[in-house]
């Protein structure tokens, strides 16, 4: 082929998947900003020290810097971006990869965009230091070194094999890498073989002599990622690490044959190919980000915005939406109608995350629970890293708790963050100091589920307080519990006297006086055209059950008529509140 | 060999990086305004007595108020010297140690200026005693976050006190072979401050107390069918190999608004004696309606304190009172038992402390190397005082008399925990693990005693003063040694299987 037009194929090869890229981390920028939000940074020597505790942690203590950058995901898809050019220049230059075999460059960085958006719900629970950029920085070293032992006579290569041995404390497994790589660019002699056997011995020079204290599989691989915490492990995450590891070695053995016109291409698109297949996308993973985002800075409309345009919500999601009705108004008026019904989250690796993980604390928090927030935040910083999102929430509880010198000791790990230096946490607002001031105290178990949440606002039904009046209602129609509900209304009733009668509670009201009522009735009016919607839709179910209709079905049946009410969130709930 | 230089290497770089800026003699400032008050430095060690072998105190002014900090130190003899740089004074060791040196007995004069909005302020000076009394040269403690259920990485880390140097006894990753429960350490335990010597407990995976005889490390199981658990909290003879432990069936559960925020409580708790030599189990206290915990030996090593729960009132036993509404009534009193060294045979229980007359609850008692007295923490009600914000260490003499318990005032904080006293092993200076700094992180406070008389506390120091503020750990368990644990995080995983 010409070779005018190669070269044309060949930048718009690049080109392509540039855009591509480019368009992947736009798509999952929210995704980037909760990275920085959950990866753990803190200034100072301790933090160093620890991370310094393991071979690779230096890398994985710039790589924990660099993501802060996801702050603005802009600029840290910038410098992500700016590391991966780095890679592919030094990379071809490294691997010898002339003209449109220069491409082939594409794939290694095809696997490390890969790594950074095919997490899903592991962005929650995992507890890789640095993780985002650790392995573009590592690579980037690993393919540097090459390039400048390869432009080094070969008699000095056995000075190189010793060199990676030693900086394996830094490199981790891309010194294990580099001398596979080297060793494989020559054909083999002694130093080739002292090469190799250095490779099988490097972890177990390094036990002995710096890293005792760690059990040897810790010390194999180095910073090598895998995702395992006590109850999950994912092999399937680090497949792009093992593909980055056996193309390099690829690279070396096969790239003087692959300079055909068409290697440009055709790395473009397996690199997108390899990405897309492996790459996570779920909307509700998404809104559930954006969502907390917007809880953290109480901006209640745009929680609002985001739930009315998600029909199938995670239990975050709805805990949210309720958090928000509650502030902007209208809790006991358009909640069924905006829907409770709750779904579980996309998780194909079956991995614990759940409410507690993804928006406890910051739902805790508004419910004015304020211990409860403060222990659900430290449970998850213990275990994943006191990232700038658990230290937000411990600053908050702090605050609203008045522990001045816990205040200044987060406060004072948040000021060294790179964007946290003015920031402040949003004073109590009244909503969670009512709240807050209305509920006992009381000693409760290691619960931390959504469930817990349902059960405590809905029997803390004699708190005197307009507002935890409201809620136990709400939680305690939540819980289709006729017991609690009769006592929280008679609560509520209390506190709204001349007010309008909610349209859920009314339909509460009128369900439960139909169905439980209680030996002393409590009459209250109610509108004439919810009572008869009320009566036309059990006439509906009854009249559906007895025509033999698949009971499964029978919910979507009604759904166009009566899903908006609380009779049919009480009647084909999803959930189940106990 | 190698890792210790790999480690002095890292420390001396951390230093370096530290220092290289950090370490200078600045020029006291020519103008500033006369204050009157002492300088706010952190830790406050304005007018404290400290070991003549201490680590150098170095302190700092509120970052947020001060843009610098120029401290100069005038030694007994006259000479002066300056410190600062940025908000920090730090001091390095080898300087300190002449100024130590020749002001054992005396006191260091400390004179400290900070730039506040662009003016110096010359604060009122401070003196810093030397004691003549040395400090043992390690202590050792648990580094663990102020953890509620979940739990990660913790060390058992010992620390020597005339310099900054930390190292690691034990983690708990090195032989936890089961990720799904994990792994948790504690409860590190010497005999006579002695580390040939000791032990330390390893709950979860791969369970078991790891005891050292003569320095010989082994691996025990101390659960027998007729006790609660394995041993808990210990407490080594200090002559025989013997070691006392309570036995617990211990819970927790959280404050929904009590700043406290957790509770602690014990089910079930007994007493119980090992046996190093023959790997033998003996019970020594198991009263079934109440909680026998916190053993610990007399000096002498004839008498056993312990703590002990009182009964609860009439209307509060029984099925129905669950512990959640009755811990607040769950009261601990002091109580002894003679030993008899030879023939390990103990004597009758005697009341030592009556607490809960008082409506109190005592516990982790420590009696002093010389026998003449017993520290302890005393708090409302209960037996985890680390987490009751009105605990404080109290000290009462052992002599005949009648005898009453004294709050240490000036060791204790305001509102905040004191609690885990123990006794360095010359009896000058006692240590203890206090929230005060900021309610919810333990830190170690230090006094000097002579005589039930305590001067005022002086924190742990650091090399950098802000590690108090970075290190999210807490300090727990904190005990004096004479000498530092020789045998290696390494060594002692070879107890455990694979």
Redesign the interface.
């Given at each position: 082929m010409n070779s005018k037009i190669s070269k044309y194929l060949h930048y718009l090869s690049l080109l392509i998947f540039v855009a591509f890229a480019v368009l992947l981390l736009y798509i999952n920028r929210e995704v980037l900003y909760t990275a920085h939000d959950r990866s753990e940074f803190l200034f100072g020597a301790t933090f160093f020290k620890i991370i310094m505790l393991k071979p690779f942690g230096l890398i994985q203590y710039v790589g924990a810097w660099l993501t802060q950058l996801f702050y603005s995901p802009a600029i840290g898809a910038c410098a992500l971006g700016l590391i991966w050019t780095c890679i592919f220049y030094v990379g071809a230059k490294a691997f010898r990869l002339k003209g449109n075999a220069s491409a082939l460059m594409i794939l290694p960085i095809a696997c490390l965009l890969t790594a950074v958006v095919d997490l899903g719900y592991w962005i929650y629970v995992f507890t890789i230091r640095g993780y985002f950029f650790s392995q573009s920085v590592g690579y980037l070293m690993m393919v540097t070194l090459l390039w400048a032992a390869r432009c080094t006579p070969r008699k000095w290569h056995l000075l190189w094999y010793l060199f990676a041995v030693c900086s394996y404390p830094v490199l981790g497994w891309f010194a294990l890498l580099f001398i596979v790589c080297l060793a494989l660019t020559e054909k083999p002699s002694w130093s080739e073989l002292v090469g190799l056997l250095l490779l099988f011995t490097t972890t177990i020079i390094w036990r002995r002599l710096l890293y005792s204290n760690i059990k040897f599989e810790e010390i194999s691989l180095a910073g090598f990622p895998i995702f395992e915490i006590p109850s999950s492990r994912s092999d399937f995450l680090s497949v792009p690490f093992w593909v980055l590891g056996a193309l390099s070695i690829l690279f070396v053995l096969f790239s003087r044959f692959l300079t055909k016109w068409y290697v440009s291409i055709l790395c473009s698109l397996i690199g997108i190919a390899f990405t897309l297949s492996l790459s996570f996308y779920d909307k509700n993973y998404i809104d559930e980000m954006r969502m907390v985002r917007c809880a953290e800075k109480e901006n209640w409309k745009e929680v609002l915005n985001i739930a009315i345009g998600n029909p199938k919500p995670t239990i975050s999601m709805v805990m949210l939406k309720n958090v928000a009705l509650m502030n902007e108004g209208g809790l006991l008026d358009i909640s069924f109608k905006m829907g409770n019904d709750t779904y579980p989250i996309s998780n194909p690796d079956s991995i614990p995350v759940s409410f507690l993980e993804i928006a406890s604390p910051v739902v805790y928090y508004n419910y004015g629970l304020v211990n409860e927030s403060f222990r659900l935040a430290f449970e998850c910083a213990v275990q994943s890293g006191f990232s700038p999102c658990y230290l937000k929430m411990l600053l908050s509880c702090a605050t609203a708790n008045g522990e001045t010198e816990l205040v200044n000791r987060y406060e004072a790990h948040l000021k060294n963050q790179l964007f946290y230096s003015d920031w402040q946490p949003n004073p109590m607002n009244k909503n969670i100091k009512e709240l807050h001031n209305s509920y006992p105290d009381e000693l409760t178990g290691v619960e931390n589920s959504d469930s817990y949440l349902v059960n405590s606002l809905s029997l803390w039904y004699d708190a005197d307080s307009k507002l935890a009046s409201e809620q136990a209602l709400f939680y305690s129609m939540m819980r289709c519990d006729s017991r609690r509900f009769w006592a929280s209304l008679r609560n509520y009733i209390k506190f709204h006297t001349n007010e309008v009668f909610p349209l859920h509670a009314m339909e509460a009201y009128i369900m439960y006086f139909d169905k439980a009522p209680e030996e002393k009735k409590m009459k209250l009016p109610v509108s004439q055209d919810v009572y008869d919607h009320y009566n036309k839709f059990w006439t509906t179910l009854e009249t559906l059950i007895k025509s033999g209709m698949d009971r499964n079905k029978i919910p979507e049946q009604m759904r166009s008529e009566f899903g908006d009410t609380y009779w049919y969130y009480n009647v084909f709930r999803r959930k189940i509140y106990k | 060999m190698?890792?210790q230089i790999?480690s002095y290497s890292?420390s001396l770089a951390?230093s370096l990086?530290?220092f290289a800026s950090c370490v200078s003699h600045p020029d006291v400032p020519s103008s500033h305004r006369e204050c009157q008050e002492l300088p706010a430095i952190f830790p406050d060690y304005c007018d404290v007595t400290v070991p003549c072998n201490i680590a150098p105190l170095n302190f700092m002014l509120p970052?947020n108020e001060y843009s610098k900090c120029v401290a100069r130190i005038t030694t007994p003899d006259g000479v002066q010297q300056t410190y600062g740089k940025g908000v920090k004074v730090q001091i390095p060791i080898s300087e300190w140690r002449d100024m130590l040196n020749v002001s054992k007995g005396k006191s260091l004069k400390v004179e400290v200026w900070g730039e506040k909005d662009g003016e110096w302020l010359s604060f009122a000076p401070f003196d810093i005693r030397i004691s003549n009394d040395s400090i043992d040269e390690y202590i050792s403690y648990r580094l663990i976050?102020?953890?509620?259920?979940?739990?990660?990485?913790m060390e058992i880390a010992q620390r020597n006190l005339s310099s900054f140097e930390e190292s690691?006894i034990f983690?708990n990753?090195?032989t936890?072979n089961d990720?799904?429960?994990?792994q948790c350490i504690n409860c590190h335990s010497y005999q006579n401050y002695k580390t040939d010597n000791m032990l330390f407990h390893v709950r979860l995976s791969n369970s078991g107390t790891v005891i050292v005889n003569d320095g010989k490390i082994s691996r025990v199981n101390l659960k027998r069918d007729y006790t609660i658990s394995s041993g808990v909290y210990p407490s080594w003879h200090p002559t025989a190999k013997l070691i006392a432990f309570s036995t617990n069936l211990t819970r927790q559960?959280?404050?929904?608004?009590?700043?406290n925020?957790i509770?602690v409580y014990d089910l079930e708790s007994d007493l119980i004696l090992y046996d190093v030599v023959t790997d033998s189990v003996s019970v020594v206290s198991n009263d079934p309606d109440l909680l026998e915990v916190y053993p610990t030996w007399s000096a002498d090593g004839n008498y056993l304190y312990y703590c002990k729960s009182v009964p609860l009132p009439e209307e509060l036993r029984g099925e129905g009172n669950d512990i959640?509404t009755t811990?607040q009534k769950v009261q601990y009193n002091l109580y002894r038992k003679s030993f008899d060294v030879t023939t390990h045979n103990f004597g009758e229980e005697e009341l030592v402390y009556d607490a809960a007359s008082q409506d109190k609850s005592v516990t982790v008692p420590r009696v002093s190397p010389d026998g003449r007295f017993i520290m302890f923490a005393q708090g409302q009600y209960g037996c985890f005082h680390t987490r009751h914000s009105d605990s404080d260490v109290y000290c009462m003499p052992l002599e005949e008399g009648e005898a009453t318990a004294e709050s240490l005032t000036l060791f204790n904080s305001e509102g905040y925990a004191d609690t885990y006293p123990s006794w360095s092993s010359n009896g000058k200076w006692i240590m203890c693990s206090s929230r005060r700094?900021?309610?919810?992180?333990s830190r170690l406070y230090i006094s000097h005693f002579t005589d039930g008389k305590v001067t005022k506390p002086f924190l742990l120091p650091q090399e950098?003063p802000?590690?108090n503020?970075?290190?999210?750990k807490c300090y727990n368990r904190p005990e004096f040694m004479i000498e530092p644990v020789t045998i290696?995080?390494?060594e002692f995983s070879r107890v455990f299987p694979d």
């Open positions: - | 190698i890792k790999y890292l951390i990086m530290l970052a976050e102020p953890t509620y259920v979940a739990w990660a990485y690691q983690n990753e090195i936890s990720k799904t429960i994990g559960a959280f404050h929904t608004q009590n700043l925020k509770e959640r811990y700094y900021d309610g919810t992180y950098d802000e590690e503020t970075f290190r999210l290696s995080v390494e």
